[in-house]
Every structure is written in C-alpha cells, then in structure tokens.
C-alpha cells in the first residue's frame, strides 16, 4: 500500500541544516495500523506529511498504491484524494458549517452531487457521533468534536489510507477517549492507518505495527507486544521509561 | 456618583464643546459680514423647468380633452388641413376651442422637476467611485494573490506596481492618465479618471488582501490539499472567504478613500459634486454654503457605505 524507500527530508533554518526524516525505508500493507511514535522532534510528523505530499520530499521515494511522490509528474491532486489526513489542530474551515466542511471536497474533488455528497456527510456524521450537529459551525464544537468531523471530512473522500498526526495532542484529556474510540472503530472495520501518537494505551492496544523514531532515524519498529515489552535498542527503552 | 452619570455629564461636554465651536464659526463669519444665503441651495439640488410649447403655423383649436393633469390641445393647420396634437399640464392652459393660433403663439406648457448640478455631481461620484471600486477591487485581489504566488516574475511585478503607485501621488497619476495616456491610447476623460482611481486603490487593496491570505493559518491551506484540492480550489472556497471576511473592515476604509479621492478628478474637468460645487459657487458666490453641503454630500455617501459594510460584518460573524 505504502511504500517508502530511504526517504530523506532536510530543512534549511537559518544556515542550520536539520534532517528531519532521515533514510527511512518501511512498507506498510493495506489494512494494517501503524502506529508511529518517538521524542518530540524526532521527524515523525514530517515523515508523516512525506507520505501525502505536504512535505515535498528532499530524496527517496514514496509508493503510494505503486505511484511515486517523488515522480515530477505525479498528479499529487490526484494522490491526496486517496489519502486522508487528520490534523493535530483539526483545520476544519471555520466558515463553513459542519456539514459543509464534509460536502465541499466531495463537491469539488469527487465531483459529487449535493445531494449524494450530503447524504454521505450525514452517514459519517452519524458514524462519529454527531449527526446532530450538522449546521453548527466549528467554533460552536467542543475540541472532541472538532476533531471527530475532521476524521468524517477526511473519510468523506473515501480514502485507502488515513494519516493521522497527533490527533489527540490537542485535546483536553476527558475528550481524548471519544477520537480514540473513533480511530478503533476505523482500525476494526479494516482501515489502512498510520497513527503519529504519544496514547501508548492506543498503540498498544490497536497497532499491528509500532515504529520507533529519534533523530529522524527508523530506530526499532515491531509488534506492540515486541516493542512494549522487549525493546532491543538503548534509546527506545530510555524513551519508555520516560512515558510509561 | 454613580458611572451612568459620569458618562451623562461628559457627553454633555462634548455637545457643550461641540456647540462652542460652532458658534464660534458663526461669530467670525459675522465678524466678516458674511451674510448665509442658505436658501438659495435648494435649487441647485431640483429645479421646476418649464417646457414651453408653442406652434410653427397658423390654425385653429379643433378640440381641448383634458384628462386630469394633462390635457391634449387638437390644432389644424389653415393651410394644409393637417392636425397636430400638444399634450401640455392642466393647469398652463389658458387656449379656448375654435381660437386661431398664429405661427409663434403659446398653447401652454409642461413642467417637471430636474435634477441640479449638485445632485447630478452627488450621481457621478457615485457611480465613478462604485466603478472605480469595483475595478479596484479586481486589480487588487489579482494583484495580491500575484504577491503570494510561489512565482518570482509575479511577486516582482506585483511589487513593482504597487511601490509605484503608493510611492506617487494620485494627483498626478491622474494627470498622467488623462494627457499621456489618453491621449496615447486615445481614451476619453472618464474613463482616464475611473481607472486611475481603480489602479490607484488597487495597490492599497493589493496589499490589504496579501495581508489577509497571509493571516490566515497554514493549516486551511494544508487541510483544502490534503483533501485533494488543487490550489485555485483551496484559494476560492477556503482561502479568500475567510481573507476576505478579516479584511473587511480596511477594505471599507479602502473605499470611503477611494471615495473622497474621487474629488480629485475634478481637475481633469469631470464634473464630479466637488466640480458641481465650484460651479454653482461661480454663479451664486454662496461659498460658504456650498462647501459646507458638498462636504455633507460626501459624508452622506461615506457613511452609507460604513453602515453597508457593518451590515455585512454581522452577517458573516455568524460562524465566529
């Protein structure tokens, strides 16, 4: 499903040359949960926004269903429809109600009716627990909320996979619970996933896969059971001791 | 002493001071033997004009059919037997049937109310300035979306636009639009004057719209592509409404420039209400009273436009 071979992603801050993702290779199949944890400013976000394109990647390559991001003549538009994201700050279109937030793309991108696209947005809506809310506008919504009609915009397109970066870092924690509990419904139902998270309970819990980062390096990557519990490398077993 | 009060006497104070002023004013102009003309005003708003009708041969009144306000004066020509029909107000007619009229005589005449120069100068402000503002509005959202372009060539010619018109005064882009460019293109004052003010506000706009794409968070941006959306689409449906809305208040500010500026072209002899205002000053030498009304007029207009745009300010705070 996806595909990245020694993916490189460098800045330039100020003469400061940071390596941000630094020669990652990982495949992951469809269907499977993939839970990315690390330290902050390991490069898990950026190696997470490699993956649809936001970051353009400085060298290597990322498959997508076989398609190269690195190829120039990629049509990204075309990838990023099929790739759904989720946002550690939601970014729902604060003039827009709810239910227009999930009836744009599909408008715009997917090229479906109003009608069809509003009944697909009613369904997710009701699939993440708010279908009450459908003409609220986003600042009317609690931070849980929010970020459920984010995971329902992102869904509305139908993607193959789903990327989500942080998406309870900014919640207050009594609202954590509800997104997670949307995310496992999606993993249950099968739903391709990478998951950059610090709820270990989550990875734990759900991930097929665990990869560990630090300093923009693939440091260990296996099972939650292996990594949990047994962790080969020096750095993953400080980081542990500090979270858990 | 309570706060209500409070506020009650220093609102008074302001009338108070505000009353001083005036009154003032009014001492020195009576100290000047000034003498306020106020009510020769009025006709230069809406003036009664009366139509005279007269006939061009002799013949005679065949029929009067009044029918309300208007009445229909049948005559017949003596020498070819032709008739020919007036319509003339009620009230004017002062003709019997059977009378015989010579060629020059009266059958009566029709009034009506005409706008006068003041109110025909309030008419083309207004629409100069909503033309002008509409071009300006079109120059500065292209231009400002050029200034955020990921394209050096359009970043710099936007800049460079806009440097140049900041850095000059209107006054003389109009000068150079009306006698180098309209005489070069071959364009007519109008149209000199509307789009020297259209480009004129466009810089400002220009720069009042980057201002506002670049206010709003990275994160719309990022959530519009990530959902498949090219950039045209994310600036049209995310971007810009949302731009537009924090920029809305200096944009109205924008325009009620734009309509004071407008004043200006004037000096290319079109007769805006500043030029009106010196005109019917040069046939009544009321210039006191005439400034003071044109700079009313142009405060009616600025402030309608505020109110308009508070309106919408309500309205699209609906989803704050």
Known sequence: MIKTVDLEKIFVVRDQVVRAVDGITTHIKSGEVVVVIGPSGSGKSTYLRCLNGLEPLTAGHVHIDGIDLANRKTDMNKVRREVGMVFQQFNLFPHKTVLENLVLAQMKVRKRSRKEAEKKGRALLDKVGIPEKESNYPSQLSGGQQQRVAIARALAMDPKVMLFDEPTSALDPEMVGEVLEVMKQLAREGMTMVVVTHEMGFAREVADRVLFMDYGKLVEEGTPEHFFTEPQEERAKLFLRQVL | ?320
């Open chain 2, 1 to 320: 002493m309570n706060s209500y009060l409070k506020n009650w006497l220093w609102r008074s104070l302001t009338i108070l001071v505000l009353l001083g002023i005036v009154a003032g004013l009014w001492i020195a102009t009576k100290r000047i033997d000034y003498t306020w003309r106020w009510n020769r005003v009025p006709q230069y708003f809406a003036y009664h004009s009366e139509d005279i009708k007269t006939v061009d041969f002799d013949g005679l009144i065949t029929k009067i059919d009044k029918k309300g306000d208007l009445t229909t004066v049948t005559v017949k020509n003596a020498i070819s037997g032709e008739t020919s029909s007036f319509i003339i107000d009620t009230e004017t007619a002062n003709v019997s049937v059977d009378e015989y009229l010579m060629e020059g005589d009266t059958v009566g005449s029709t009034r009506e109310w005409k706008a006068g120069p003041l109110a025909h100068g309030l008419w083309v402000t207004l629409w100069i300035s909503a033309v002008a503002s509409v071009i300006g509005l079109v120059i500065g959202v292209v231009t400002g979306l050029c200034r955020v372009s990921q394209n050096l060539t359009l970043r710099q010619l936007s800049i460079t636009y806009i440097e140049i018109i900041r850095g000059t005064p209107l006054l003389v882009q109009l000068f150079i639009f009306y006698f180098f460019l309209g005489t070069v293109l071959n364009i007519g004052r109008l149209p000199s004057g509307i789009f020297a003010l259209g480009i004129f506000a466009g810089a400002y706009v220009a720069e009042i719209i980057r201002a506002g794409i670049q206010s709003i968070p990275k994160g719309q941006m990022e959530a519009a592509r990530s959902l498949g959306m090219n950039v045209p689409q994310a600036m049209i449906y995310i971007i810009l409404p949302q731009a537009f809305k924090r920029t809305l208040p200096p944009l109205a500010g924008q325009f009620i420039s734009l309509i004071k500026d407008s004043s200006l072209v004037s000096v290319i002899a079109i007769t805006d209400l500043t030029k009106s205002g010196r005109e019917v000053i040069t046939s009544t030498f009321a210039v006191f009273e005439i400034w003071f009304v044109v700079a009313f007029l142009y405060l009616i207009l600025t402030f309608s436009l505020s109110q308009v745009v508070a309106w919408i300010e309500r309205r699209l705070a609906v989803s704050d």
